[in-house]
């Protein structure tokens, strides 16, 4: 039986996302197995909070908008928590989290507690200036240095980490991306498939709509590639929504292409869909795909992460093309259309991203945290009252 452990996830808002949806989902689990697990969450005035689990959030209440300077306002509502409340371990949920944790530890010292940090985009990122590359480089040097587990979601992931860390591989399990539920699973793997029409193909995406996922290269190689009676949908919200629909207008595919927006689940488009696309200049390891493996679905994806072909099973779940490649990509929606893909493979890489197994293994691996750092507090606590300098004062 493990002992009941006081886990503390900072999440700067419920808004969709799919760091904060793995999140909140691991969050869960780990409340259902009897830990104490609190969110300190940054914007409590999210339209999403009536969706969120059931779970203990503590923020710092304030009228004042903190969306355009959420970090900082996150580095003091976690300060101020971790002040006044115990706890046996910091998990950052994602990338983005990373220089929260930093401040911690220049805020709190050896006091603050051990720190996780789920490694959730692409660490090589070809997509940034010379200049901003090298002083990222560092700043993954850092993030190997501060955080007592980095958490990859893959194995060529870890390697990746390891490479731009310096992280010993000790500091950095593997543990699968938890992104489906395993009554998800079984919902979507019970998606009956009706053969494709030879005249049209229903084409799917999911994310945010924002520039890294490229999702204007997309339309583009959409508008060259399609048929008359292709269609797209582009799931997801963001700041470039106005601009994406304009460009479909320009390329004369609007009539053609669906912005449904945030949706609760993909799951109705997943059944509905021929095949799923994603366009990505880079991520971690992007959930959605693991969904649409669940469902049975078709991949074309760009190589925007070291895990990609191990998830398309190196051609035998979908097709990869180069990202950032515009021609390619159009003729991967063009080749997609008479993939046949391996549903049974498809669905069982899918169920190693199962959220209950990997909560479990996030448990087993906190738990030793915890007891490891609880024995070098106390074995250091000792140490200072045995010192000389102890022993002269009263």
Same mark, same amino acid.
């Given at each position: ?34 830990h ?103 700043w ?80 583009r ?10 269609? =797209?949908?582009i799931?997801? #919200? *963001? ?5 994406? $629909?304009? !460009? +479909? @207008?320009? &390329? ?18 997943l ?6 696309? =994603?366009?990505?200049?880079? #991520? *971690?390891l992007?959930?959605?795909?693991? $969904?649409? !493996? +669940? @469902?049975? &679905? ?23 093309v ?46 030793e945290?915890?007891?490891s ?22």
């Amino acid at each position: 039986m493990q002992r009941p452990l006081r886990i503390t996830i900072p999440i700067h808002s419920l808004d969709p996302g799919g760091v904060e949806r793995v999140a909140l989902g691991l969050a869960t689990e780990w409340d259902r197995a009897g830990h104490q697990v609190t969110v300190v969450l940054g914007r409590p005035g999210s339209p999403n909070l009536c969706s969120a689990p059931a779970l203990d959030y503590w923020r710092i209440p304030t009228r004042l908008p903190t969306a355009s300077w959420e970090t900082p306002w996150m580095v003091h509502c976690l300060f101020s928590y971790l002040l006044s409340h115990k706890s046996d371990v910091l998990f950052c949920p994602g990338n983005t989290y990373a220089i929260v944790a930093a401040a911690m530890k220049v805020l709190l010292g050896e006091h603050a507690p051990p720190m996780v940090l789920k490694v959730s985009n692409a660490l090589e990122r070809p997509d940034m200036p010379a200049v901003m590359r090298h002083g990222y480089a560092g700043w993954l040097r850092v993030q190997g240095a501060l955080f007592d587990r980095l958490v990859s979601l893959s194995e060529p992931m870890q390697r990746e980490i390891c490479s731009t860390t310096l992280a010993d591989p000790r500091q950095v399990p593997v543990i699968a991306n938890p992104v489906v539920t395993r009554k998800r699973l079984k919902n979507l793997g019970q998606i009956e498939r009706e053969p494709t029409s030879a005249w049209s193909t229903s084409y799917l995406t999911a994310g945010r709509l924002v520039p890294q996922k490229n999702f204007s290269m997309l339309l583009r190689a959409f508008a060259r590639a399609s048929r008359p009676h292709d269609t =797209l949908t582009i799931a997801g #919200e *963001g700041p470039e929504r106005a601009a994406l $629909e304009q !460009l +479909a @207008a320009k &390329l004369g595919v609007a009539d053609r292409v669906r912005f449904p927006g945030h949706l609760a689940t993909i799951d109705p488009l997943l059944a509905e869909s021929d095949t799923f696309v =994603l366009s990505s200049d880079y #991520e *971690g390891l992007p959930g959605v795909i693991v $969904e649409a !493996l +669940a @469902a049975g &679905l078709p991949i074309l994806a760009t190589d925007c992460c070291v895990s990609m072909a191990c998830l398309l099973d190196q051609g035998r779940t979908g097709l990869l093309v180069p990202r950032g490649d515009e021609e390619q990509f159009a003729d991967g929606l063009i080749r997609i259309r008479q993939f046949q893909t391996d549903r049974n493979r498809a669905r069982a890489i899918a169920a190693t991203y199962e959220t209950e197994n990997a909560a479990h293994r996030y448990l087993d691996m906190m738990s030793e945290l915890s007891s490891s750092h609880r024995r070098k507090t106390n074995h250091q606590r000792a140490l200072d009252v045995m010192s000389p300098s102890a022993s002269r004062h009263p």
